[in-house]
């Protein structure tokens, strides 16, 4: 059974940093493709971040290219994203997912995690 559990969300002030770690089971990491999704309030859930766990390919939104990084350890099955200079537009629930490769597209990804709340505000 696919499993993703999201941890590390919670309120930090404009400018500040969060580790967000996506725990994945159930599959195999190191053939897939993850990625990281968000929504804010009264808006479309959208792409922030992905990355094909083979060859550690990456992609980002324009939005946080720069400030957020992802990456994945394999041994531990977990995936994380780094977010850096963090922006009240930030602000949002972010949900990490798992598919056959690296894509900002949702309908890619199958299996999805609960979410973890991010916000940025001082």
């Known amino acids: 059974q696919v499993q993703l559990v999201e941890s590390g969300g919670g309120l930090v002030q404009p400018g500040g940093s969060l580790r967000l770690s996506c725990a994945a089971s159930g599959f195999a990491v190191n053939y897939s493709g993850i990625g990281w999704f968000r929504q804010a309030p009264g808006k479309e859930r959208e792409g922030v971040s992905c990355i094909s766990s083979s060859d550690n390919s990456t992609h980002h939104a324009d939005s946080v290219k720069g400030r957020f990084t992802i990456s994945v350890d394999n041994a531990k099955s977990t995936v994380f994203l780094l977010m850096n200079s963090l922006k009240p537009e930030d602000t949002a629930v972010y949900y990490c997912?798992?598919?056959?490769?690296?894509?900002?597209?949702?309908?890619?990804?199958?299996?999805w995690g609960q979410g973890t709340q991010v916000t940025v505000s001082s």
């Open positions: 997912a798992a598919g056959v490769f690296c894509s900002l597209a949702i309908h890619e990804y199958s299996h």
